[in-house]
């Protein structure tokens, strides 16, 4: 199952390859669908109170050495991957229902991205894990570069791609020597292995954990990206089809946050402990400095991107926390930040064509005509800055509590953040839709083509937000695992547990 | 009274089938009711030396009194050497260069250096290390320069000998001090004779600037830097599938004869000299991967790409251990088909269009030629080690031998190197499948075209004789990154034949 999953994308792309040019897209949707399929029959089979491994697969790979393909799904991956299943359709289908050039090639390295990227999430091998993450980077080379657009006095869509792609094979490289050395000093000369779950069991010297550490922090702050390690955004997003940046900002940047979570903190726990406070640093550092950029940016798809850089920021804060709480509001946060960006992304191109431009403030006045259009909009602004009776508020308030908890002064510039927010996703929302509309701008309602790739979306962050026990009902127990050697112990009871087992659902706090 | 040695015919076979193919292909030639034959007589030969060295595989034999071995290490680079020599036989089809020179000669002097090779491989004495390295040099420097109408054919043949020479010269003089410290050609001998009972002269000052003076020699026919200086002219200049062989099958065995000479007879003075390789092979990974950014031709930035992954190559002997050796011969194996996937797709670019081995070559290929356009992009990612490829796997390999064998520095090198060496792979890449598609101009434009051009062949990307190696070499690069065993299971077996402790 875990396996069909896994390689039922790239199976549909090769054969679309030998399917007539307009059919291409429409099979990789069904391939993106039935991938969701799988997840969704895989999520309903998952055991919500285990913290261990389910549905794993695992076989020799290299035996020489010690590389083995092994998968497996706990409470930390099985939103992600959904997330992923759900977030890939969408970006297919919306791809589909316009013309694309070269479309074989196109979906090919859309479905891909998406085996990749559900690789990254399903590794259980270190190395494995090393080795989807960079392959990550091959599908989304070719998108953004083939298929991006090149700027007028800026880097062309391939110099931006290259750019993305240097920026973060610096860190996967020497995240690739960092898994190596990790795995041989574990060993200490007997057999070599790059279980994860075996890793975390007898952690490294600490010494050794410092330097280990941080070429796998380095790898993981660049794709997400995190404050000064952001320099290839901005380029990269603006050269981006926007499909393909749907999909890849609302997933892709959490394989990132996920790589905290999977790897970090269980294998290097002492370095984490130690390194805490800078991390939480540059988490709060990201949340400012991503904030400020998004208010003061006129194209509508950095506004985005540098909102992103915030969100995640506010997830790093949440792992770094280093308690229960803290790492569910992360997990639930990066599915929520995915399910709200991705059809960000989709609004944004949807604006792009109705407007012929990205800049802010020739847009305006969208919402005249176009009621639908203007609520679905202002569901997913409102989901953006949080606001309460939505999951992102439920996500923010964990990672607040568990900050509260363990670093009060960093929560205390944290909550900035949250008030920040409001402001860019407001401002985006009323300077492309309401205000005085420019001529020529034509308003009018989304076509029934958006409105089956958009109203999915925005359901699930309904739905999400009535119900978010979903989520992190199934992740807690995983999370205080992989939370076990760097959270003092009186940290690792979450405030979701207490609610889980009410029979009313109260989103703030645990008493009464 | 002199007693002959014995000789064991079979397991000489090998190195008899060529030396008698290359007689017949010789003599062939001058016939022409069977010219038309040769390349396919080429083959043939090359073939049956092939299936001799299969056969000897997991037996293996001292020969002539010691002065030879043949065992799985050597089989294992005979094959890749052998392999490639194959490849250059079938990307030599319809090239100028052959027709200039006769087909007669330049097969059989292809022939006559992958004879080096093999015996290069098998050295284990310094008389057959020098006569091998002699045999395997003078036939490529005469190769290089077939291409007569071409200035650049004739300088990369002059250059490659007058540096080449060089290497040899320094190489020998290195050897001699060697036997003066140890008054023995064996490899063996020399290990007993300095490293013995007494021991004493491990110190001594001749006998390390001995074995400098040899790292040195293979550093040239190796291409490290900083001996590494003819490595780009003489690629860009020389005929493409002669470079293609030079590339893969020279470094190939000039790199089984460092290993086997640095380890079996030197391995007991290992302390001395594995940092200064270690030093050599940062250095080589720097180097070529800086001169290979910008580079508008094609081979020469293969040429320097080949600095740089001798480097890495090297990196694997630094180490002196049994997964390093394999390390280093699986990842000459992926180099091998990486580099002949990029040269067959570079030959037929060069055959079709004005722009001879420029990237414009190349550019919009994708849409215009699917076919070639694959092969070279999955060389490339190859060469940048990116994942599902041979490529990851070998750097895979390399680092964890490294890190190993305490030289984890080094393999961050090897990460920085790679690093480096996406920002003049990808471009390639990116011409072929990214941004503007210009036609390519059918009629020679004023530049480019020079009046002793080659004529074109509009057909030369649909030619099986380029397509099929280009299509199988690509394939092998993906084949080996998905399911690396049976590879790493051949370099095992090769390193094997190597007593680690």
């Excluded at chain 1, 749907?246 to 402990?273: N, W």
């Excluded at chain 1, 992304?345 to 990205?358: D, N, Q």
């Excluded at chain 2, 984890?408 to 003049?424: C, N, P, Q, R």
Aim: proline fraction near 5%; glycine fraction near 10%.
């Amino acid at each position: 199952m875990t396996n069909s999953l896994l390689w039922t994308p790239l199976a549909f792309g090769f054969v679309g390859l030998f399917l007539p040019r307009r059919a291409a897209g429409w099979w990789a949707t069904l391939g993106a669908a039935v991938t969701l399929a799988i997840a969704i029959v895989l999520a309903i089979g998952f055991d919500s109170g285990a913290a261990g491994l389910q549905d794993t697969v695992d076989v020799t790979w290299i035996a020489g050495l010690g590389v083995d393909y092994s998968l497996g799904i706990d409470g930390l991956n099985l939103f992600l991957i959904l997330l992923t299943a759900v977030v890939w359709v969408a970006g297919t289908a919306f791809a589909a229902f316009r013309e694309q050039d070269r479309p074989h090639l196109f979906f090919l390295m859309m479905l891909l991205g998406e085996t990749a990227t559900l690789g990254a999430f399903l590794a259980q091998d270190l190395l494995l894990f090393v080795l989807f993450f960079d392959l990550m980077l091959v599908p989304f080379y070719f998108l953004f570069g083939a298929w991006g657009n090149d700027r007028v006095g800026g880097p062309s869509a391939p110099a931006a791609t290259l750019k993305m792609i240097v920026y973060t094979l610096i860190g996967s490289l020497l995240m690739l020597v960092a898994a190596i050395a990790t795995a041989v000093i574990a060993a200490d000369g007997g057999e070599i292995t790059f279980s994860i779950a075996a890793l975390a069991q007898n952690p490294i010297a600490a010494e050794s954990q410092r330097w280990i550490f941080w070429f796998f922090a380095v790898a993981f702050l660049v794709k997400m990206p995190a404050f000064l390690l952001h320099g290839w955004m901005p380029d990269a997003y603006r050269a981006a089809p926007l499909p393909a940046l749907a999909v890849f900002s609302g997933v892709l940047a959490k394989v990132g946050a996920y790589g905290f979570l999977r790897v970090v903190l269980p294998v290097f726990p002492d370095a984490s402990v130690e390194f805490q406070e800078l991390l939480l640093l540059i988490a709060l550092a990201s949340i400012l400095y991503g904030s400020v950029m998004a208010f003061t940016q006129t194209n509508i798809r950095l506004i985005a991107g540098y909102s992103s850089i915030a969100q995640l920021g506010f997830i790093t804060a949440g792992i770094f926390a280093l308690s229960a709480d803290g790492a569910d509001g992360a997990v639930l946060q990066m599915v929520n930040h995915g399910l709200v960006v991705a059809p960000l992304f989709v609004i944004v191109a949807i604006l792009a064509e109705r407007s012929g431009t990205e800049d802010l403030r020739e847009m305006g006045g969208m919402a005249a005509r176009a009621p639908i259009f203007a609520a679905l909009f202002l569901i997913v602004t409102l989901a953006t800055l949080a606001m309460p009776g939505s999951a992102n508020f439920i996500g923010e308030f964990y990672i607040l509590n568990g900050l509260f908890d363990s670093k009060i002064v960093f929560a205390f510039v944290a909550i900035s953040g949250v008030a920040m927010s409001a402001y860019y996703a407001l401002r985006l929302y009323q300077r492309t839709m309401h205000n005085r509309r420019p001529d020529g701008l034509e308003s009018r309602e989304i076509d029934v083509r958006d409105g089956l790739v958009l109203v999915p979306l925005v359901l699930c962050i309904v739905g999400l937000a009535f119900y978010p026990q979903l989520i992190l009902k199934r992740t807690d127990a995983s999370v205080q695992q992989a939370l076990a050697k760097s959270a003092s112990p009186e940290k690792l009871t979450s405030t979701g547990r207490n609610v889980g087992s009410g029979s009313t659902y109260r989103p703030v706090g645990g008493e009464k | 009274m002199f007693q002959a040695p014995e000789i064991d015919y079979g397991a000489l076979s090998p190195v008899i089938a060529l030396t008698a193919g290359l007689c017949v292909v010789l003599l062939a030639g001058v016939f022409d009711a069977v010219k038309r034959a040769v390349p396919a007589l080429t083959l043939a030969v090359i073939g049956t030396a092939s299936g001799l060295l299969i056969w000897r595989w997991n037996d293996p034999t001292e020969l002539i009194s010691g002065a030879m071995r043949i065992d799985e290490f050597s089989i294992a680079i005979a094959l890749i050497a052998m392999t490639m020599a194959a490849a250059t036989v079938l990307l030599s089809i319809r090239e100028r260069a052959v027709e200039e020179a006769g087909s007669g000669e330049y097969h059989s002097l292809l022939l006559g250096s992958l004879l080096g090779m093999v015996l290069l491989s098998q050295a284990t004495n310094l008389v057959t290390f020098f006569v091998a390295i002699e045999t395997l040099s003078i036939p490529l420097y005469v190769l290089c320069a077939t291409n007569l109408r071409k200035e650049g054919s004739l300088e990369s043949g002059l250059k490659y000998l007058i540096v080449g020479s060089l290497g040899s010269a320094t190489l020998l003089y290195g050897m001699a001090l060697l036997y003066g410290a140890s008054g023995s050609t064996d490899f063996a001998g020399i290990a007993a004779g300095v490293g013995g009972a007494e021991g004493g002269l491990v110190d001594d000052p001749l006998f390390l600037v001995g074995i400098a003076m040899c790292a040195v020699g293979l550093a040239f026919k190796t291409s490290i830097a900083p001996f590494h200086q003819w490595t780009p002219d003489v690629y860009q200049g020389a005929p493409t599938p002669v470079t293609s062989f030079m590339a893969v099958a020279t470094k190939a065995a000039a790199f089984a004869v460092f290993v086997r000479f640095f380890v079996e007879a030197l391995g007991f003075a290992a302390d001395e000299w594995q940092p200064a390789l270690a030093v050599l092979a940062a250095i080589s990974i720097v180097v070529g991967n800086v001169g290979a950014l910008g580079q508008r031709s094609l081979k020469r930035m293969l040429g320097y790409s080949g600095v740089a992954q001798a480097g890495y190559i090297l990196s694997g002997l630094v180490v002196v251990t049994e997964a390093g050796v394999s390390a280093l011969v699986f990842y000459l194996a992926g180099y091998a088909f990486m580099n002949l996937a990029a040269f067959a797709v570079i030959v037929a670019r060069e055959r079709e269009t004005i722009f001879g081995d420029e990237i414009e070559s190349v550019r919009g290929l994708g849409a215009e030629r699917p076919l070639l356009a694959w092969p070279l992009t999955i060389s490339m990612l190859g060469l940048a080690g990116l994942p599902a490829t041979v490529g990851f796997i070998g750097k895979l390999y390399l680092i964890e031998a490294l890190v190993e064998g305490d030289y984890t520095w080094l393999a961050v090198f090897i990460a920085i190197g790679t690093m480096i060496s996406l920002a003049y792979y990808l471009p390639v890449v990116a011409a072929m499948w990214m941004g503007g598609r210009e036609p390519s101009p059918a009629a020679p434009a004023i530049a480019g075209a020079s009046p002793e051009a080659d004529p074109l062949d509009p057909d030369a990307g649909r030619r099986p004789s380029l397509v099929l190696p280009a299509a199988l070499a690509a394939a092998a690069v993906v084949f080996f990154g998905v399911i690396p065993q049976p590879l790493v299971d051949f370099a095992e077996q090769a390193s094997a034949a190597f007593p680690f402790s």
